[in-house]
Every structure is written in C-alpha cells, then in structure tokens.
C-alpha cells in the first residue's frame, strides 16, 4: 500500500479489532483435546526449540523477552516452560480485550501492557529476543508493517534475535490476512541476517489427518509444498 492509500490513524487498529471480534473463542478447532491442534503445536514447538538452539539460544533464563501482540499469553506460557524467567518477559497487544486474557492465564510475574507495535515503550536495546507470532499477516497496511519491524529493531540490542512465526501462503478463506514472503520480510529487516525455514504441515490437512494417523502427518509434514508457514531467527547487526 502506498503512504498516500494508508488509512487514517487508528483506522488499522479498528480493522483489527473488528477481525477478531469476528473469530469465536469458543472454536474447537483450537481445543488441545483436537487431534489436529495437538499435532500443529507440537510440531511448532519442535521446530522452535530447535530453532533456538541452532542459535545458541538454550539458556532462555538469561535473556530479557519480549513478544509483540501476546493475545493470551500462550508464547509468554511456553517460554517459561522452556526455561524463561517470568519476570524477565514482557508481553504487549494493542487490543485490551485480548490483554484481558493475557493477564488471567500469562505467568503472574510477567509484564504486560496495552501498546502499538509501532509505538514500544521501552528504551532502545532493552531486549534480547523479540517474538512475533501470526501479528505480521494480520497488518494489511504496508506502512504499518514497516513501522512495527523498525521499532522491534529499535528495542532489539545489537546480536539480540527476533524469533518470527507466520504465514507465507494466502488463505482464501481469510481476508483479515496477508501473507509475508522471504522478499517482504528482507525488506522489513534490512542489514539483519536471516535464518529462514518452512514449518507446519497445512492445518486443514493435519485436523484432518491426526485424526487417524499421526505417522501420515509427520510424513506429510516434511513435504515443503505442504507447510504453511515461516519460521526465521533475525539477528541484528552488532
């Protein structure tokens, strides 16, 4: 989108907003005792432990973490399990219903704030892993997009990582999102090195098949034409 096209200030905000009203919390598709959902998590956590480690990211406890667009502070969950200290970690959304959760079900330690990507508060270098899961496809506007990548770098020291999950096909099915290819997401982080891999078996594909055979979607799993989605460590630049 052109800044000259960009929507009025807040007007992406209320876009979002509306998107996830749209969604029902009550889908069961997204229920742990779903066949499907437990493959699609346990996968992505495979992927991300190795991800981490590849980068001699194992010790989680010594890092100061933040996620961006935390919604119920699943990531921020995780995290701790895998070794973070909470109150080391800090999660912001910028839809205050979402944080509602986050600060029911999130670690009591852990931070959490109502805040735009594009806006952080927090001084420059305070992190040394910034998360985004699924935030990105959900931005339409280009401007928009641009500003979250810059203020993530702007709270990111220098050698620190962003730890990136999120779609690189379009869903038909879904015009509250956009998917990022490798070529965007360059653009979004210029100068930063980038470790990029394809991850999780479609999701339609795996409710479907973890329903009866979990071998067939850990075979159908390492199909590249079959992920879905980008799983990239950003490093910036000492």
Not at 89 to 99: A, I, Q, Y
């Amino acid at each position: 989108m052109n800044p000259e096209t960009r929507p009025a200030p807040g007007a992406e905000r209320e876009r979002l907003r509306a998107a996830y009203a749209r969604r029902s919390n009550d889908d069961r598709r997204y229920s742990w005792f779903e066949p499907g959902h437990l493959f699609l998590m346990q996968e992505r956590e495979r992927a991300v432990l190795r991800a981490l480690s590849r980068h001699g990211l194992e010790d989680l406890q010594a890092l100061r973490i933040l996620e961006i667009g935390c919604g119920d502070a699943n990531w921020l969950r995780d995290l701790v399990r895998w070794g973070a200290r909470p109150e080391r970690l800090v999660g912001v959304d910028v839809l205050p219903e979402r944080l509602g959760d986050a600060v029911k079900k999130g670690p009591p330690e852990t931070g959490i704030a109502q805040a735009s990507g594009e806006e952080l508060p927090f001084p420059p270098e305070t992190f040394d892993l910034v998360i985004q899961s699924t935030v990105f496809t959900s931005i339409l506007d280009q401007t928009t997009r641009i500003g979250v990548a810059r203020e993530m770098m702007r709270v990111l020291r220098p050698g620190g990582s962003v730890l990136w999950y999120d779609f690189h096909v379009p869903n038909p099915g879904n015009p509250d999102v956009q998917p990022v290819g490798r070529g965007e997401l360059r653009r979004l982080f210029p100068g930063s090195a980038i470790d990029l891999h394809r991850v999780t078996l479609a999701p339609p594909i795996a409710r479907r098949v973890a329903r009866w055979s979990w071998l067939a979607g850990l075979l159908l799993a390492r199909i590249p034409l079959l992920r879905t989605h980008s799983l990239a460590l950003i490093t910036k630049s000492r």
